[in-house]
C-alpha cells in the first residue's frame, strides 16, 4: 500500500501570508491526489482533485500541483476562515490513503 | 440540495454488531460511487470502503478488510456499512461520501455526510 506524509505537521501563520503544505506518496500516484479542508466538528471539504484541478465553489486563492510522488498545495493570501486542518488524498488504486494532515492555526 | 444523511452509530460492545445507513438526496443516486471514511476522536482520517454505482464491486482498507461489508440500495437512495466483530480500534466517526464523477469508482469525494458516531465499549 501507498504511504502518505504531510509536512510540515502544524503550520502558524497570519492573515494575508501565502502558505504551502506538502505531500509525499511512497510510490507514484500519477496525478490521482486531491486536497481536503476540514474544521473541527465538520466534514471534510473538497478543495482540488486531478492534483490541480479546483472543485467548482473553491475560491482561487487555493492551489495545487505536483506529479507522481510530491505534491503542494498553496494558500496564495490566507484568510481567516482558512485556518483548519488539511489533508490529501491518493485514490487512484483500490487501496487509496490519506495523508496525516497538516494543522493551519493563527500565529 | 444534495445531502447525505448517516444513522445508526451508537454505542457497541467490542465483538459486537452494528450497520450504519446513508441516505442520499438531491442528486441520481443510482449512478454514483458511495464510500465510507473514519475518524477516530482526535485523529486524521481513514479510508473504509467503496461500492461502484451499481453495487457489483467493493473494496475496503485493511483495518476493516474481512469484518465490514458495504453494500446499497438504489430503490432506496441509500448505502450500508455493516460492522461485524467490532473492536475499541473502529471508535470513530463514520462519515459517508459520494464519488467525485458519475460511474467513477476509484476517485475523490465531492459530497460528505455530517457523520455517525460509533463507540465500541464494554
Known amino acids: 500500500d501507498i504511504q502518505m506524509t504531510q509536512s510540515p505537521s502544524t503550520l502558524s501563520a497570519s492573515v494575508g501570508d501565502r502558505v504551502t503544505i506538502t505531500c509525499r506518496t511512497s510510490e507514484s500516484t500519477f496525478e490521482s491526489l486531491a486536497w481536503y479542508q476540514q474544521k473541527p466538528g465538520r466534514a471534510p471539504k473538497l478543495l482540488i482533485y486531478?492534483?490541480?484541478t479546483l472543485q467548482g465553489d473553491v475560491s482561487s486563492r487555493f492551489s495545487g500541483s505536483g506529479y507522481g510522488t510530491e505534491f503542494t498545495l498553496t494558500i496564495s493570501s490566507l484568510q481567516p476562515d482558512d485556518f483548519a486542518t488539511y489533508y490529501c488524498?491518493?485514490?487512484?488504486?483500490?487501496?487509496?490513503?490519506f495523508g496525516p494532515g497538516t494543522r493551519v492555526d493563527i500565529k | 440540495e444534495v445531502e447525505l444523511l448517516e444513522s445508526g452509530g451508537g454505542v457497541v460492545q467490542p465483538g459486537g454488531s452494528l450497520r450504519l445507513s446513508c441516505a442520499a438526496s438531491g442528486f441520481t443516486f443510482s449512478t454514483s460511487a458511495m464510500g465510507w471514511v473514519r475518524q477516530a476522536p482526535g485523529k486524521g482520517l481513514e479510508f473504509v470502503s467503496s461500492?461502484?454505482?451499481?453495487?457489483?464491486?467493493?473494496y475496503y482498507g485493511k483495518s476493516v478488510r474481512g469484518r465490514f461489508t458495504v453494500s446499497r440500495d438504489n430503490s432506496k437512495n441509500t448505502v450500508y456499512l455493516q460492522m461485524n466483530n467490532v473492536g475499541v480500534e473502529d471508535t470513530a466517526v463514520y462519515f459517508c461520501a459520494r464519488a467525485l464523477h458519475e460511474y467513477n469508482y476509484v476517485d475523490p469525494f465531492d459530497v460528505w455526510g455530517r457523520g455517525t458516531m460509533v463507540i465500541a465499549s464494554s
Open positions: 486531478k492534483a490541480s
Open positions: 461500492i461502484n454505482a451499481g453495487g457489483g464491486s467493493t
Open positions: 488524498h491518493h485514490y487512484g488504486d483500490y487501496s487509496p490513503a
